[in-house]
């Protein structure tokens, strides 16, 4: 069983040369309605009174257990963005927490050992407060983003780290998180001294890269402390095991919000359907995710996943494999024969 | 034969919080230093009676046939820049063309077949000049910049495209050639509208894509001019090949100068080791490409190459074969099966 725990929201998005739009969002429901794909997710989140009965519904149709999806009196979460030129950087322009301000995630009994348990981007302490109540999860995903960074947040942020198996960070995420201006030694910053297991640093139209310490995982529960000068002392530098992923490139960019969190739904929901955690099929999960996040910025909204087809799914999924790798065994066979010709 | 045409410079590089470095630089320098781990290229260019012998004879020891290096009175061309913080973005404080400025290219008659040609980014009237020289090449390609994508130069860039078997652009130049803002879509445009056969986006640190367009080739020689407004009445967009390189990771990048010259070298110097340019190859030789660039940003000059053994160059591209792909077959046989366990 996969359980989301994140905001829901209504988000009004600019997008350059475009009428602005209204569209229902949230971290929690991107994830969802993308690993909807693969799974059946629960989510625990809160609306307000003006939720919408056809959201509801949309969300039930794709599948998702809405048991822990709490009403209360006032107003859903609301977001107003509005997105540069390059659809990359984007300000925002209005943040009204409504009913989310006042959330504290219960999760319900039966939810309590999710074999994967994802933490959308919500606050450190109340993501802290979820993994108190679910304690038998069997793989926990936690993403954040620069504002739970900064104090008080960060040191509540720094305490999960060692308690989740993989952490979803953009470029400037992570570098802020670890005080290292490149992604490399930032990512590798995390693992070898904040107790990081595995980062996957998103890089919106560039693609993912996953970082895996390679050393011994410490036992779960324990929670070594952050040891910022651990690196003055070190002789010999780790290197983490690394695995790169391009993004699959769309040439009609509709929208891009939503798009981390599908990516994560892709992941998450993939690995909740395999059942294992291995380091390969943790690999595919992120191919898949990928793909799924491809989906998601062609068109506004989570809605537009209700298009994505097991059999389009499958039929990108195949186009990815074929655009990357290359013949490995071929190239070093090559290099180990003389040339061929000399001139 | 491999036979590379381009710039042989002395740069002077300023990089934040160093002190500034002269070093032998020029597009065909690290064309060559790079092709010459697996290649024995052909250098044509001009130097001022300023180069000093200790740079002709690291030349020489790569392995570089330097019968085409003209040697004339007056100063080598010589350029300044100054790299931003982030070590992607520069200013060119100073360029003087020295002996440059009169060049024009003569190949020896014994060079004028060469399997594999490399215009390295000169003037388009002179990269015309080679291609007509060097009628009887086997595979043919070019290198450009944003300075000769505007009147008079571009007209002339233009007619080469359908001359030349792959271009390598970085994205903004792409854009710039194309005149689309998208890089599919331009890169789509340079294959649909422009006479291009396949086309390379370096994108600095992200790696780089590949392009081919997926209609017939034209036949060579033919010079379809450019017809820009192609796409109105086109219902179908073609669907170019695309294969997907993302860059092999470096913790310490020291001097991004000549990185694209390198990737194109490993590129060229591979497919000239192989002399087949079939479409696996070519993404085989652009695998090559990447990890050869990835050496070249680790220190300052070409001469950086001297450090690469084939068991450094080995290690490496094992490294990265381990780094890209996925399980394809076996993520398409979990989404076969129904959902292994239902909760």
């Given at each position: 069983?996969?359980l ?17 739009v ?32 056809d ?5 039930e ?33 209005a ?15 039966d ?37 739970w960074?900064?104090p ?5 942020l ?46 919106g ?37 690394i ?6 490139p ?59 087809t ?34």
């Amino acid at each position: 069983m996969l359980l989301c725990v994140g905001s829901v929201a209504y988000d009004v998005i600019e997008i350059p040369q475009r009428e602005p739009v209204e569209v229902l969002g949230g971290s929690a429901t991107w994830f969802c309605a993308a690993a909807s794909l693969f799974a059946r997710p629960s989510l625990v989140a809160v609306v307000g009174d003006d939720f919408r009965e056809d959201d509801r519904a949309f969300l039930e149709h794709r599948g998702v257990d809405l048991a822990g999806l709490e009403r209360r009196p006032g107003a859903t979460f609301r977001w107003h963005g509005r997105y540069h030129d390059d659809l990359q950087g984007r300000d925002s322009l209005a943040t009204e927490l409504g009913v989310f301000a006042e959330f504290r995630p219960v999760i319900p009994p039966d939810l309590r050992a999710p074999d994967v348990l994802f933490l959308g981007n919500i606050a450190p302490d109340l993501q802290g407060l979820v993994l108190a109540q679910a304690r038998g999860a069997g793989f926990t995903a936690l993403d954040t983003i620069e504002c739970w960074m900064e104090p008080p947040h960060r040191d509540r942020l720094l305490r999960l780290l060692p308690r989740t198996d993989l952490l979803f960070l953009n470029d400037d995420e992570v570098r802020l998180l670890s005080g290292e201006r490149g992604v490399m030694r930032a990512a590798r910053r995390l693992l070898d001294d904040f107790g990081a297991r595995a980062v996957v640093v998103k890089r919106g139209e560039h693609g993912a890269m996953l970082f895996r310490s390679t050393s011994p995982a410490p036992e779960r529960g324990r929670d070594p402390a952050p040891s910022p000068d651990a690196t003055d002392d070190r002789t010999a530098p780790s290197r983490p095991d690394i695995r790169l992923f391009p993004a699959f490139p769309i040439e009609s960019v509709v929208d891009p919000t939503g798009a981390g969190d599908s990516f994560a739904g892709g992941v998450l929901g993939y690995l909740d359907r395999v059942g294992r955690f291995d380091g390969e099929t943790l690999c595919d999960a992120l191919a898949v995710g990928t793909v799924v996040a491809s989906f998601s910025v062609e068109g506004f909204g989570p809605r537009h996943f209700d298009r994505v087809t097991p059999s389009a799914f499958e039929a990108r999924l195949r186009r990815y494999g074929d655009m990357v790798g290359f013949r490995r065994d071929e190239v070093l066979g090559v290099l180990s024969r003389p040339p061929a010709r000399e001139s």
